[in-house]
DNA sequence: AAGTGGTCTAGACCACGGA
DNA sequence: CCGTGGTCTAGACCACTTA
């Protein structure tokens, strides 16, 4: 299972089979820095090589500076099915939760211009929220709302699922119609909530609504860590 | 544009401006690592840090000892697409290319048993390729195949696409039943080939064949270069 | 043979978390 | 306050690429 000749690929190695094991079970908190270096009789450094390139595969995770932590079970999302994240981790029996950063009506950037098919110069709604599994940010989302469908949309609460209010508030209901998966390429605020360098994918989704002329009424990035997801989808028939 | 205060945050914006201005077009190799930590005025370590973190978003990638390059373009992958990757790149104006690592026949391991539905103990065709765009290594694939519905497939040419060889050779052509997204934990053998850390992701994609009883006849594993590749696919309507 | 990236060492200071 | 992770320095050796 790749034990490689270098250090840092061994101490990933030790480190790995712990964890597949079991010995060092989800959640746990792994020794300070310091004193794992000193085990492995290396460096900060090689030992830091060690644990991104297993932050990379998801295998552990980092809370910023209070140390490494054995990933737990990955969420499988389904970017296919017609559902939004509380159910969604509900339904796999973890306990979900959103917090809201920020809602304002701010200028359209060309990007999402184009992505909901407005013209120039028209404000939207950003709605800036990070969301949870287990007490843990697993996600940062950016919401940008074509506020024509959505009149006084900040007044709402915004804790609660967006689908919700679409439907409670302003009888809509809606459709993804398309995503995409990035690889790679965190946006700045979500690294800066998701405080991860190597750790993080995006997702761009985009909504419909279900009235006769379906049009586009949202579009999202989500940011999620690496360790905390598995994207699922069935292929067209 | 997410400055920061650190070192290496600032050489990555710099970097990344540089990228996207253009002053540094596609293809690109960038100066010695000495040579540039000696511009920005730090040590190889931290250089290595923003590198890396460039990396991981796509945006440089290397190759091994001999430098970093500025990414190409990204290919774009629709999964739901029932097309191949030859198809795929050519049209994007493109160069595909695939190279044969091994072809065996070997003992299904117990994850694959269970994705291709096989008793125990049932040998597979296992293919290791490569695929390359423009002389490029992007891609690791490694096919897993039904031997029952395949006899003598190790005797065909498996440089030209799989698909190819299943539609005159045997009269099978497929769908993909559905595929999913690693967003992380890169496969050992793939590493090795990739040369990458941080820089790609997966995909397990299996198909049915288009007889009545719809078998599974194949799988594979994909291993993307995170600068090679952007996913997008439709969701269901 | 020279230059380069891949890896590693043995320290250091800072800012933040937790007691 | 101390211990921690986050960041950084100024070197080093090796294996490989390139000329």
Redesign the pocket.
């Given at each position: 299972m790749g034990q490689g000749r270098?250090?840092?690929?061994i101490i990933r190695s030790a480190l790995c089979e712990q964890i597949e094991s079991g010995a060092l079970p989800a959640g746990t908190k792994?020794?300070?820095?310091?004193?794992l270096s000193e085990s492995f009789?290396?460096?900060?450094?090689?030992l830091?090589?060690a644990l991104s390139s297993l932050e990379a595969d998801g295998m552990v995770y980092?809370e910023?500076?209070?140390?490494?932590f054995v990933s737990p079970e990955r969420i499988v999302y389904d970017p296919t099915v017609n559902t939004n994240f509380h159910t969604m981790v509900k339904g796999q029996g973890r306990m979900p939760e959103t917090r809201l950063i920020s809602a304002a009506l701010v200028p359209a950037t060309t990007k999402i211009q184009k992505l909901l098919q407005l013209p120039p110069l028209t404000p939207v709604y950003r709605v800036q929220r990070l969301r949870l599994v287990d007490q843990r940010t697993v996600l940062y989302v950016e919401n940008y709302i074509n506020p024509e469908y959505f009149p006084g949309l900040l007044d709402q609460d915004l804790q609660q699922p967006l689908s919700d209010i679409y439907r409670t508030h302003y009888s809509t209901r809606y459709s993804k119609v398309n995503f995409r998966l990035y690889p790679v390429g965190i946006h700045d605020e979500a690294a800066t909530h998701l405080k991860v360098?190597s750790g993080s994918s995006g997702l761009l989704v985009t909504r419909i609504n279900h009235d006769k002329k379906k049009r586009l009424i949202d579009c999202d990035f989500e940011y999620w860590r690496q360790d905390a997801i598995v994207i699922t989808a069935q292929a067209r028939k």
């Open positions: 270098n250090q840092y690929q792994l020794p300070p820095e310091r004193q009789g290396t460096t900060r450094v090689t830091r090589e980092r910023d500076r209070r140390g490494w360098t």
